[in-house]
C-alpha cells in the first residue's frame, strides 16, 4: 500500500512514515492566528540557520585563503644551522626521521693559514694510532664507495679529517697514511647532492644518516640521490630486520660479520684513547682546531655510537651535518592548534658562497624568512674562502637581505644561533674583541655579547630596510638544542601566521 503523503507550507512532499516529518506537520485544527505565528517561528528559525550557513562558508573559504600555503625561506651562511632547524621542525612536527647530515666540518685553519703551513710535528704514540684505526680507512673507502656514483667526478679536496690525521703525524713531503690512498691528495670526497628540482616531504635517510654519522670522516661526502647510497640503506641494516632466532637467519646487522659495525667497534678502544690523549688535545688547541664543536659531540661518545646495534638518536641527527647543496623543499600542515590546517612549506638552502645565486627565484612569493647568523663563529673564517671572518660573511649576508627590496613585506625573524657555543668559547677565555675591533673593552661575558650582536644586526635592519613598518623578531638560538628550539618555533610560527593574516587583512 503507498504511503500517504502530504505536502507542507512550501509544497514539500512529507511522508508520513517519517517520525521527524509527523512531527513538523502543523496540526490538524491550526487556528489561523497559530498558523501565522508557526509559520512566522519557521521562519525566524530559517535565518538564524541561514546566517550560520553563511559563516561557515566564509570560515571555510577564509580557510582556504589562509591555507594557501605559508612558505618560509631558511637562509645563512654555510653551517649556520637551517638544515638543523629544518630537522628540529621535523622532529617536533611528528618526530620520525629527520633529514641527515654530515660530518660538521671543522675550520682547516682558523688563522687563514693555508693547511700545509701548518703540517709537521708528530703527537708521541702517532704511529700506534695509526696502526690501529688503520681498519678504518679501508672502511671509509668502502662506504665512499658505497655511497658514491661509480662515475663520480666531483672534484676531490681534503677534509678536515685528512688534516686533522696530518696534524698528527704527517709532513708535507711525508703525508700520513690518510693522504695516500686517494686521488689526488686525499681520498675521493663524496658529498650528499640533494637535487635542484623541490622535493616533496624530506624522507631520506634515518639509515642513510645512521650510516654516514657511524662512518663519514669529517670530509664533505657527496651522494648522488639517484645511485650507490640507496643500496646502501639495506646494508644499514633495513633489508635485515629481525627475523626469528630459530630460523637460521640473522636476526639484525650485527651479527653480518661484513657490516661495518664490527670495524668500528673493534677500534673504539684505540678511538677513545686518540680523543683523550692529552698530546693530541694539546695539539688540536696549538692549532685552533674545535672539534669539540663539530665531531667532538660523537667522539665525546664512542662507546654508544660503536655500539654494534647502534641507533641514531634524535640528537645525534641533529648533531649531525650534511652540506645542502641546492635547495631542499619541506611541506607539512600542522593537523591541531591555533594553526591547524596551515600548509607550510620551508626551503633550506645551501649557504655556501657557490650555492647563494640559488636563492633568488625563491624570493618572490615567500612569506617569511628565518635567517640564521652563526654568532659563535666570530674567531672562524669561512671553509669557502678562508680570508673571510664568517661574522663578518653574515653581517653581510644580513644587509643584503634585509636590504632587498624584493623581500620588502617578508616577514624577518633572526635566529641568532649556536648561543650554546658562544657561551663555550666566551668561558673558555676567547675574547670578541681581538676578532671584532668595534666590541672595544665591554665585558666579554654571554650576556654582554649576545646583547651587543642582537643590537648589531638590529641596527643593520633599521638602517637598511626598504620597509620602516617591519618588525624585527631576533632569538638567542641553539638549534641542536630541541626543548629550546620547540618553543621558539611555535613562537615563529604564530609570527609568521600573524604576519601573514595581517597582510592579506584578516586579522
Ligand atoms: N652546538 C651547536 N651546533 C649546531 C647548532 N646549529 C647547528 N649546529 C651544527 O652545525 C652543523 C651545521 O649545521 P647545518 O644545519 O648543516 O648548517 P647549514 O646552514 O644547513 O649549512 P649548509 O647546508 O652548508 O648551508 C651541524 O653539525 C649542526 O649539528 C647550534 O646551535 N649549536
Ligand atoms: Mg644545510
Known sequence: ?????????????????????????????????????????????????????????????????????????????????????????????????????????????????????????????????????????????????????????????????????????????????AFTNGRHQGRPSPTIIIPQVPQKKLSTASVQQSLSNRLRSQKEVVVHTSTNWKKTFALGGNSKSPKSAHSGEIEGWWEDPDDPVHVLNACAPAMMELWRDPNVKERLNEKRIRLEESSGFYLDEIPRITAKKYIPTDSDVLKARLKTMGVVEHTFSVPSGTNRGVEWRIYDVGGARNQRQAWAPYFEDVNAIIFLAPISAFDQVLTEDPRVNRLEDSLLLWKSVVSNKLLASVNIVLFMNKCDLLQGKLEAGVRLNHHMVSYGDRPNDYDSVSKYFIRKFGAIHHSYTPNKERDLYPHLTAVTDTRRTSMIIANVRDIIIKGNLRSMRLV
Open 1 to 177: 500500500m503507498p504511503k500517504p503523503t502530504k505536502f507542507d507550507h512550501q509544497g514539500r512532499r512529507r511522508t508520513t512514515s517519517d517520525p521527524l516529518a509527523a512531527a513538523l506537520l502543523p496540526p490538524p485544527n491550526e487556528s489561523p492566528i497559530d498558523r501565522e505565528n508557526r509559520l512566522k517561528a519557521e521562519q525566524d528559525a530559517r535565518k538564524v540557520s541561514e546566517h550560520i550557513d553563511d559563516m561557515i562558508r566564509q570560515e571555510r573559504a577564509e580557510r582556504r585563503r589562509t591555507r594557501a600555503e605559508v612558505k618560509v625561506l631558511l637562509l645563512g651562511q654555510s653551517e649556520s644551522g637551517k638544515s638543523t632547524t629544518l630537522k628540529q621542525t621535523d622532529i617536533l612536527e611528528d618526530h620520525e626521521d629527520a633529514e641527515s647530515l654530515e660530518t660538521a666540518s671543522i675550520v682547516i685553519s682558523a688563522d687563514g693559514r693555508p693547511p700545509s703551513a701548518i703540517l709537521g710535528t708528530k703527537v708521541p704514540n702517532y704511529d700506534s694510532y695509526r696502526h690501529r684505526l688503520e681498519p678504518l680507512i679501508e672502511l671509509e673507502e668502502r662506504l665512499t664507495r658505497l655511497l658514491s656514483s661509480p662515475d663520480e667526478d666531483e672534484p676531490t679536496h681534503l677534509g678536515p679529517w685528512g688534516t686533522y690525521v696530518s696534524y698528527l703525524g704527517g709532513t708535507e713531503n711525508q703525508p700520513p697514511l
